[in-house]
């Protein structure tokens, strides 16, 4: 079973990026034919609400009857989860889930793959991590591919190229990602999956519910086609439920590192899929995005953090002055 583990967790990895991949053209297609971005983010959070509550009530039953000691949050953390619901689901959701309503989905799934460049300046600026030439370098080469691709989109007359405001939201979703990695990474490390994210979806809905039910209620439901239903259902359960389970049984075995390596899956898989059902185009200009944004990101997943120079110092042999 030990030397099936890695490749069930490169299995995980590369399913739930593949899955990834095809929710920006799969839900962008969605968001056109009957549900719009807000729809679409009310029903991505309160599904995940429903299905990790679900799961982990189960879960809870089943460690009963094993008599097994189950999970304990105290007050503090679940008001902790508050903050991370606002940054890792309310603030990122709804800017992704929106901005691709309204850029074309090559160009969101291109913009996702830059959470690690976000993520070196945030860590950079709260846990004081050095920041290398190499560092340095790839965050130039990621935000000139980000720039490229908003200019782009800025003198775009076809929305199958892109939408600067769609594109600057999908930006921001996921400098709010990075954000609650760096704030909350000590919360989300101490509990399991379901217990993080039953709260963070729980939290997040309350938060976001009083605001999209009339909205969400507005809908004209006969009128919207069994396709678009489908398509929710496959945002809702393959891309927020079991994407994040895939995730958790892939972190757990391999490097993060190597974790990072498919992060480049997703936006190959999209403008594929994108490409093939005709809602996308791809220019030469994000062509050179594409590259300039993955080479930042390799650059800065490359880089060593200061945890590993500290390593590195205390390995290397110390000379005495002989007398």
Not at 188 to 214: C, D, G
Not at 273 to 278: P, R, V
């Amino acid at each position: 079973m030990d030397n099936r583990r890695p490749l069930i967790a490169h299995i995980s990895m590369f399913l739930a990026c593949a899955f990834w991949g095809l929710m920006a053209p799969i839900g962008k297609d969605a968001m056109t034919h009957g549900v719009d971005g807000i729809h679409m983010v009310s029903f991505r959070v309160m599904g995940g609400a429903i299905l990790f509550w679900v799961t982990s009530l189960l879960i809870h039953i089943r460690q009963r009857r094993r008599h097994e000691a189950s999970e304990h949050v105290p007050l503090r953390d679940k008001l902790l989860f508050i903050g991370a619901g606002l940054f890792g689901l309310v603030t990122n959701q709804c800017c992704y889930t929106i901005g691709l309503s309204i850029t074309s989905p090559i160009n969101a799934s291109i913009v996702t793959t830059s959470m690690p460049i976000f993520a070196m300046i945030l860590a950079a600026l709260i846990l004081k991590e050095p920041i290398t030439g190499k560092k340095a370098l790839g965050v130039l080469m990621g935000c000139s591919g980000a720039l490229i691709l908003i200019l782009t989109s800025a003198t775009a007359i076809n929305a199958k190229v892109g939408d600067i405001r769609g594109d600057l939201l999908c930006l921001l979703a996921q400098f709010s990602f990075a954000l609650y990695l760096s704030l909350f990474n000590p919360l989300i490390r101490r509990y399991s999956v379901f217990t993080v994210n039953k709260w963070m979806f729980l939290w997040a809905s309350l938060m976001l519910v009083p605001f999209t039910f009339r909205h969400v209620m507005d809908i004209h439901w006969q009128e919207v086609p069994a396709k678009t239903w489908w398509e929710v259902v496959y945002v809702v359960v393959f891309c927020t439920f079991i994407g994040y389970i895939l995730t958790m049984i892939g972190q757990k075995t391999l490097r993060p590192t190597v974790v990072s390596i498919y992060n480049y899956v997703q936006p190959l898989v999209s403008v594929i899929a994108s490409l093939l059902m005709g809602i996308g185009i791809l220019r030469w200009s994000q062509g050179l995005a594409v590259v300039l944004v993955f080479s930042g990101v390799w650059l800065v997943t490359k880089s060593k953090s200061r945890r590993d120079m500290e390593k590195e110092k205390n390995k290397q042999p110390k000379f005495h002055r002989s007398t």
